[in-house]
């Protein structure tokens, strides 16, 4: 959820400005409306929220209160003494039926084809990350990239203050993808059941033991965008973030050249903290 009048949020896109970055979206506190949409799914998903959805609820809502008000003042024992005596109108029971019935069909006439999108990874896609849940933390593998892989922690509150990512949402590692490429995501998990989920990508999906689960994004914008496990999996479930940094294709290409160049089984301070770094490529976007 966020709220762009946010002092919280305010701060972040000002430090944000000045360190380079293109975007960085969260949660933020008495947020009200959804993440703003970076990919194409997440876009449906806000339109059909929006543009659907909550009319639909707006005007069934004022029915019901204006029918319930009416049937208090014009049913009530002193404004009708002498109660009917019928007990069925087939006309009614028709319209109360049938209305329904076509609010529901014209809802799946755009869900339908929404929750297919979400569903069905593209033929044609770019590259696959692997997320694998523990408790409580997050395990990520490159599979076009042999030995390109990582655990990401959440950050302690002095760490992410240092690091100027914001508490409970930073994490040690993030998850670098290139801008404007299809990224087939499998998800499972170790122990028990979590769920990755990132909102401004329209992602969400279960991580389950022994089972190999799929979804896909397509970033349109550089930048940080930050997720959580959504599916209550233990004591520390509300510390496994997710950290996510977009960045054009040749700044991908350099992160992973330079995560091959490690020493297997030990880690890259400059791949570490290219992930942490801003991109000037980004701060260009932003400025255009």
Known sequence: M???????????ITAASA???AWADQPVDKGYSLQAPVTEVAKDI????????LPIIVVISLFVAGLLAYCV????????????????NTTIE???TLIPVLILVGISAFSFPLLYKEDQTPAKYDMTLKVTGHQWYWSYEYADAEGVGFDANMLPQDEAKAAGKPYLLGTDNAVVVPVGK?????VTASDVIHSWAMPSFG???DAVPGRLNEAWFRVEKPGLYYGQCSEICGVKHAYMPIEIKAVPQAEFDAWIASQKSADAGSTNPAAAQFAATPTSTAASAQAN
Do not use: Y
């Open 94 to 96: 028709i319209v109360w």
């Open 182 to 186: 299809i990224v087939r995501v499998q």
């Open 203 to 205: 992602v969400k999906m």
């Open 2 to 12: 966020r709220r762009w009048q946010s002092a919280g949020l305010a701060g972040l």
């Open 46 to 53: 806000t339109f059909f929220h929006d543009a659907i959805l």
């Open 73 to 88: 003042i014009r049913f009530n024992k002193q404004a009708n003494p002498v109660p009917a005596k019928f007990t069925h």
């Open 19 to 21: 360190a380079g970055f």
